[in-house]
């Protein structure tokens, strides 16, 4: 193979992996963007300033206290609705998975 050909080659690929990466990228944003959303269509009205006791977003001591129960028991405890929070803390469309981001969202 000689050694035009060969570059010729590689230039072809990089535009292809241009061109995957342009498809690609829209999506992981919406991704992203789905977990802002729903955090602003449901967590955000207690947890955004500590509503009836909520920990506060973005507050990392109140967080550590709720997270040394693990993931899945707290996905467990908005689910089926803690203390003042209603089930599902309102988003009634979420999934596991969504609850689980959410949360991560809110403890950073
Ligand atoms: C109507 C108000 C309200 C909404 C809406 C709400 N929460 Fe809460 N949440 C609370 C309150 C109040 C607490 C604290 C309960 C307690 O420990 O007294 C809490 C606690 C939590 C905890 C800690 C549970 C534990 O086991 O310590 C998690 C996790 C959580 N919320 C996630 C969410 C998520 C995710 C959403 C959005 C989908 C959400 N919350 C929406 C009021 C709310």
Same mark, same amino acid.
């Given at each position: 193979?000689?050694?035009?050909?060969?570059?010729?080659?590689?230039?072809?690929?990089?535009?292809?992996?241009?061109?995957?990466?342009?498809?690609?990228?829209?999506?992981?944003?919406?991704?992203?963007?789905?977990?802002?959303?729903?955090?602003?269509?449901?967590?955000?009205?207690?947890?955004? /300033? /500590?509503?009836?006791?909520?920990?506060?977003?973005?507050?990392?001591?109140?967080?550590?206290?709720?997270?040394?129960?693990?993931?899945?028991?707290?996905?467990?405890?908005?689910?089926?609705?803690?203390?003042?929070?209603?089930?599902?803390?309102?988003?009634?469309?979420?999934?596991?998975?969504?609850?689980?981001?959410?949360?991560?969202?809110?403890?950073?």
């Amino acid at each position: 193979m000689s050694r035009n050909i060969l570059a010729a080659q590689i230039k072809n690929n990089k535009r292809v992996l241009l061109a995957a990466l342009l498809v690609l990228a829209p999506t992981l944003n919406v991704a992203y963007a789905g977990t802002t959303e729903l955090y602003n269509q449901s967590c955000v009205t207690c947890h955004g /300033a /500590a509503v009836l006791g909520a920990p506060k977003t973005g507050d990392k001591a109140a967080w550590n206290a709720r997270m040394k129960k693990g993931m899945p028991a707290l996905v467990n405890n908005v689910k089926n609705g803690y203390k003042n929070m209603p089930a599902k803390g309102l988003c009634s469309n979420c999934t596991d998975a969504d609850l689980a981001n959410l949360i991560e969202l809110m403890a950073k």
